[in-house]
């Protein structure tokens, strides 16, 4: 493609309302442009990059057996009430009316839809294991979309969904899908991690999200020095805390003077904040609890609202904590409180800590589990924190990293094909129900977190196989007939070799030349000026390493096209 054929409208300034790199250099580099809030134009170089990461996905989906299909954005409001999603969802889900006043809803997902094909066309086991897919635009009304493509409202997604006779095969499906992704991601030359993941909203049994390693990732992951284990944070397990052998001291009130938060009192008394235990009331479906959690841990309400089986968890408001403990906010404690108590497992066996004292500027010492009070249950509640031993393996030890999540893989058992009758004849004649898992990589997102990765002041750093091309002849002095016959040659040979070439024929200035090859993040560089070219040289530039060769002209070709070929 010749830059001047091309359309590539870079900016020099970086927009003020982008906040993260991604979103300020794909607006640069012209890969996109804004429409509306969370909705973007592709342009021609972002659809490029777009349009590889669909081919990868495609050809390892295909190569797992999965089966592509396109299903409508446009759904039928019926299938969402059969489901019961109708009213689960709220103003995230995009409904509409059409012209008879029938209600629909743009796409943000397709359980119903598939399972609504399924249930009318599978009657017996013998049809499956199968797998569908399809790649298409879903919307989800974000009620703060940001950061570019990286939460949009309107994006790209590959969701496929399985269909098995049980359990057991639906796990096999599950397995199949996982090493799929991780080929996927590891052709996409990206850094990843598959992680232990909570199931949110969509139920289900387990699932796994694979995460691209990036300090902007608004996910926080833990993995395991020594063993396999990795789980996002909202997951992660916690081991419980080896009991403490001091000897237990008199209760005793202290006078805390305004002093509220952990800092606050741990500072006022000069204790660590492992020294104090938080007590955080919660109102889970209506009732209130109090989570006992370490004063240098935090509380993790999904796995707390997993322990309740609660609908709704949400943190009691002044109100609330007042009516309950009778004190004002940041004096609450477990003493004497006749609510329902959880205390998390590091707090199981401490002795001597500092609580609240469920009065006004007043926390009690030498607080004791067992002599002072007893929780209702002990369980993990907290989120786990950089250097927590693993929960998995004796010797390691978790490290925290931030991830950003490009795909998300569950096992999805019997919701859907439950509620909407899909159901199948065994090898007796038995009605059974289907079992289905579900399986989604975020396209244009992969995009995204591939440059929040890949970047550097310069611009974006494309790996090979997600780079809009692989290569960009700049041709120094577009006036020297003899360096443009070379670049017109390198331009033909190497499309000949299957290089994918933007020769930048502008008469523009070589620095600004330079700066766009670095802002797009071309991988490589081949720069054709009338000095080495008299030497019957040019110059080669790898993006990444900033490394720099001069080539026999001859050889360009050969070697460019190599360099390709080992990264696809
Ligand atoms: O989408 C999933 C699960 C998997 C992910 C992989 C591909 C298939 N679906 C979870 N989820 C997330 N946000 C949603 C937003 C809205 Cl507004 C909705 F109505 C439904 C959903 C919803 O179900
Ligand atoms: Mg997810």
Redesign the pocket.
């Known amino acids: 493609m010749r830059y001047t054929n091309y359309f590539i409208p870079t900016l020099k300034e970086t927009p003020s309302d982008a906040e993260v790199v991604s979103h300020q250099l794909m607006l640069r580099a012209g890969m996109i442009r804004k429409l509306a809030a969370g909705i973007y134009n592709y342009l021609p170089l972002g659809l490029r990059s777009i349009r590889k990461v669909e081919t990868i996905v495609r050809e390892e989906m295909d190569r797992a057996g999965a089966i592509e299909l396109l299903m409508p954005s446009v759904q039928p409001a019926e299938l969402w009430q059969e489901s019961t999603?109708w009213e689960q969802?709220g103003k995230?889900?995009l409904r509409f009316k059409d012209r008879k006043d029938a209600e629909f809803c743009l796409g943000?997902?397709?359980?119903e839809v598939v399972t609504d094909i399924v249930r009318r066309e599978v009657k017996s086991y013998r049809q499956m294991p199968f797998n569908l897919y399809q790649i298409q635009a879903k919307f989800?009304?974000e009620i703060r979309p940001r950061f570019g493509l990286m939460r949009g409202r309107e994006f790209i997604?590959k969701?496929a969904y399985s269909f098995d006779v049980d359990s057991s095969a639906s796990d096999l499906s599950y397995d199949k899908m996982y090493q799929a992704y991780r080929r996927i991601f590891q052709r996409c030359g990206l850094k990843f991690r598959a992680v232990e993941a909570d199931t949110?909203?969509?139920g289900g049994s387990s699932s796994h999200e694979f995460m691209v390693l990036a300090d902007s990732g608004e996910d926080a992951i833990v993995s395991c020095t020594q063993c396999e284990y990795a789980a996002n944070v909202e997951k992660a397990e916690a081991r419980p805390a080896p009991a403490e052998h001091a000897e237990p001291r008199p209760l005793e009130k202290v006078e805390t003077p305004a002093k509220r938060s952990v800092e606050e009192v741990t500072a006022f008394l000069g204790i660590p904040s492992s020294a104090l235990v938080k007590t955080l009331l919660v109102v889970a479906d209506g009732t209130p609890v109090a989570a006992l959690v370490r004063g240098d841990h935090d509380l993790n309400e999904i796995k707390l609202k997993h322990l309740l089986g609660c609908e709704t968890l949400e943190m009691a408001n002044e109100e609330m904590v007042t009516r309950v403990t009778g004190a004002p906010v940041g004096f609450a404690g477990p003493v004497g409180l006749n609510i329902k108590i959880v205390a998390d497992l590091a707090v199981q066996g401490m002795k001597n800590f500092v609580t609240g004292a469920n009065a006004g500027d007043l926390h009690l010492k030498n607080v004791t589990i067992g002599r002072d009070f007893t929780p209702t249950q002990y369980a993990d509640i907290r989120n786990v924190v950089h250097g927590d031993p693993c929960p998995r393996c004796e010797a390691g030890h978790l490290e925290l990293w931030r991830g950003i999540e490009v795909g998300?893989v569950?096992k999805l058992g019997t919701k859907y094909s439950e509620a909407l009758r899909a159901t199948y004849l065994d090898a007796d004649g038995k009605e059974q129900i289907i079992f289905m898992g579900?399986?989604?990589i975020g396209i244009s997102r992969t995009v995204a977190a591939c440059i929040e990765q890949n970047h550097d002041a310069d611009g974006i750093i494309f790996p090979i196989p997600i780079a809009p091309f692989h290569c960009i002849v700049s041709a120094v002095n577009t006036k020297d007939a003899e360096v443009m016959a070379a670049c017109e040659s390198l331009y033909l040979d190497l499309r000949a070799a299957g290089v994918e070439v933007l020769f930048d024929d502008r008469d523009e200035r070589p620095g600004i030349k330079f700066k766009d090859a670095d802002l797009i993040g071309i991988p490589l560089r081949l720069v054709v000026g009338s000095k080495n070219l008299a030497d019957g040289k040019v110059e080669l530039k790898s993006r990444r390493t900033g490394e720099v060769e001069l080539l026999p002209l001859a050889g360009a070709v050969e070697k460019v096209r190599n360099i390709v070929a080992e990264a696809l």
């Open positions: 999603r969802y995230e889900l943000p997902t397709h359980e989800r009304d997604m969701d949110g909203s969509i998300h569950f579900c399986y989604g």
